[in-house]
């Protein structure tokens, strides 16, 4: 692992991150996340897809094919050789094994850092984490990670996707958009921090565009590796529900009247959630996820309790309501998945 400053690297060091591979660069976060490192311009980026996959990739892609999660990692090695980064963008559905295998394979191939596919929930807060179910999972990565020795982690803490959640469904963010009802959690006035999908990816391309190390101890300015086994926090919104209502009556041109509102205790469908997933029924665990993440302590809004690495980062400052219309045309097609 490089530590250090630049000045004291061997020759040949450049400070900068040049070569990113990203498993996933098809799907719903990995595609945002390779169109802003492509747009920064700053990176060989290469897609590892596995040999049957039909995804398109974008112009400037290099792409490998191999079945990574085959316990013969030899060739998943070989690809993964000279790599800088490796950003694992995954279905949450994916095989839990399957990120570990990845972890394992860029250890042997030297990869200085590894995104394990971890977008969304505060990754220090340990009670948030272990009622959401998340817990077991971050330590297996860390622990894994630590174990090899070779790479250091980052984790992007985005929170909820703010047009994936707003469409998905009454489970999420409390609307229907095909039935035009709305579900108020409580009072509705807990705010939380959201992140859409554009701004995930210009963090993590960012991210990887600082220079890597200090140049000496004098350089103050960011880098990459104040990030290593750390979180990044970035944010689109904070908000409360009534705030993504106002949007969304903006957007739509509707007023009160023309919604059916009703309202729901949080603590009773989270135990709704937290009985369901005793009996293993995963159609509650979207239900208990976001009830969750409502709580009025304050787990959601990470903002207030640790700040956030926008302006670090240079993240600009987005439009509520071209979020909101994205997230209203993904709930009338009915473009997310586990929806209720």
């Known amino acids: 692992m490089t530590v250090g400053y630049s000045k004291d690297q061997p020759q040949g060091f450049t400070n900068r991150i040049e070569r990113i591979a990203i498993v996933g660069a098809g799907g719903s976060i990995g595609k945002h996340l390779t169109e802003q490192l492509l747009k ?23 792409v490998a094919r191999v079945d990574y999660g085959n316990d013969d990692d030899a060739a998943l090695v070989e690809v993964l050789r000279g790599q800088q980064v490796l950003l694992i963008t995954m279905n949450v559905m994916a095989p839990p094994d399957t990120t570990i295998k990845l972890i394992r394979a860029a250890a042997k191939a030297g990869v200085p850092y590894i995104e394990p596919n971890w977008y969304g929930h505060d990754a220090a807060n340990d009670p948030l984490c272990d009622d959401s179910m998340l817990k077991s999972r971050r330590d297996l990565l860390i622990a894994e990670i630590k174990r090899l020795g070779v790479s250091a982690y980052l984790f992007l803490v985005c929170n909820f996707w703010y047009e994936f959640s707003l469409g998905g469904g009454s489970d999420r963010f409390g609307f229907d958009f095909t039935k035009r009802t709305f579900t108020i959690f409580d009072d509705g006035n807990v705010p939380i921090n959201t992140s859409t999908w554009p701004q995930c990816g210009r963090a993590i391309a960012k991210l990887l565009s600082l220079k890597e190390l200090p140049e ?12 290593r086994n750390r ?17 969304v009556k903006r957007v739509t041109k509707t007023t009160d009247a023309d919604w059916t509102i009703t309202h729901d205790s949080i603590p009773e469908r989270f ?3 937290q009985e369901g997933m005793k009996v293993h029924n995963w159609e509650v665990f979207t239900k208990m996820l976001y009830s969750r993440m409502f709580f009025p302590n304050g787990d959601g809004d ?18 509520l309501d071209e979020a909101t219309a994205e997230g209203i045309r993904m709930g009338e097609n009915k473009e997310v998945p586990f929806s209720h």
Do not use: C, W
Not at 216 to 227: A, G
Not at 302 to 311: I, T, V
């Open 302 to 319: 990470y903002e207030s309790k640790r700040g956030l690495d926008n302006e670090l980062l240079g993240l600009p400052e987005e439009d």
């Open 271 to 273: 135990k709704e959630g």
């Open 40 to 62: 920064n311009g700053n990176h060989v980026v290469t897609a590892i897809t596995r040999p049957s996959s039909t995804n398109k990739m974008p112009e400037g892609v290099q």
């Open 216 to 227: 000496d101890e004098n350089d103050k300015s960011p880098t990459l590796s104040q990030f």
């Open 231 to 247: 979180s990044v926090y970035i944010s689109s919104f904070r908000l409360t529900q009534h705030d993504m209502f106002e949007s």
